[in-house]
């Protein structure tokens, strides 16, 4: 299994056990997850990918644990 199909595995299981489940965000990671995969598939930049992925996991850590 690729890190990425682990990661949309987690993803998957986040959301069944409803975690930020008041921020629905699961679709756009999601979203990050696949394009991700299309530009290592494609030997393509993940830099621009990468940072929004990072830039949406953490407004969606702050706004789970700091309020």
């Given at each position: 299994?690729?890190?990425?199909?682990?990661?949309?595995?987690?993803?998957?299981?986040?959301?069944?056990l409803?975690?930020?489940i008041?921020?629905?965000?699961?679709?756009?990671?999601a979203?990050?997850?696949?394009?991700?995969?299309?530009?290592?598939?494609?030997k393509?930049?993940?830099?621009?990918v990468?940072?929004?992925?990072?830039?949406?996991?953490?407004?969606?850590?702050?706004?789970?644990?700091?309020?």
């Open positions: 299994m690729s890190k990425l199909e682990h990661a949309r595995q987690q993803l998957k299981m986040a959301e069944a409803g975690y930020g008041k921020e629905d965000r699961y679709q756009e990671f979203k990050n997850i696949e394009s991700l995969e299309i530009k290592v598939r494609g393509e930049s993940t830099t621009g990468l940072m929004t992925l990072k830039h949406s996991l953490s407004q969606f850590k702050q706004i789970l644990f700091d309020g």
